[in-house]
């Protein structure tokens, strides 16, 4: 009887060895995926930071914030995460003239050793057919009018190419 109850008790703690194993293997299997996660969202939190700081005295007098976008992920065709950051803006000033005011302009990196160049495009361009543009417009602006005499556009700079290791939405 006794040995009996020996032999349940080292099934058990085999059983209870083999699922600690099993947890922790889970766990680091999770923390390999995600381990990067809070890094890519404070990169891109920075990014935006040093946006606003850089653009805010470039802004034309008369355009008029609507709204502010901030995304990260793999926007392309291969295993890196890109970071885009931007302002949706109105101005009764000519398209002509908008791009004039932001031409050469160049914006600081999450990093802020390395400058982006910016890029202006008018809510009516086709760009904003496309994916990822198009789910954009509609989270930034869900309810956009057309407001008369404005031109809308999205002022924007981005970092393409960084390394995804850790993140799996930039796989």
């Known amino acids: 009887m006794a040995h009996a109850s020996e032999s349940r008790n080292i099934v058990k703690n085999i059983f209870a060895g083999f699922g600690l194993i099993v947890f922790c293997l889970l ?6 995926l995600t381990w990067k996660m809070p890094f890519h ?9 040093r946006f606003r700081s850089d653009m805010h005295s470039i ?24 970071y885009f950051v931007g302002e949706f803006r109105s101005s009764p000033l000519s398209k002509k003239e908008i791009l004039k005011r932001y031409a050469a302009i160049a914006t600081s990196s999450f990093v802020g050793n390395r400058l982006l160049e910016t ?20 989270k930034y602006l869900p309810a956009h009018r057309h407001v008369m005499n404005q031109n809308t556009y999205l002022i924007f700079s981005e970092d393409e190419g960084n390394s995804p290791v850790g993140d799996i939405r930039c796989h």
């Open 119 to 138: 890029g202006v495009y008018f809510i009516d361009e086709d760009i904003f057919t496309d994916h990822p543009w198009s789910q954009w417009l509609e």
């Open 41 to 49: 969202a404070y990169q891109l939190w920075a990014m935006q930071r």
């Open 27 to 32: 766990v680091l299997f999770i923390l390999f």
């Open 59 to 82: 802004h034309p007098a008369e355009s008029q914030l609507r709204a502010e976008m901030a995304e990260f992920g793999n926007f392309g065709n291969s295993n890196h995460c890109d």
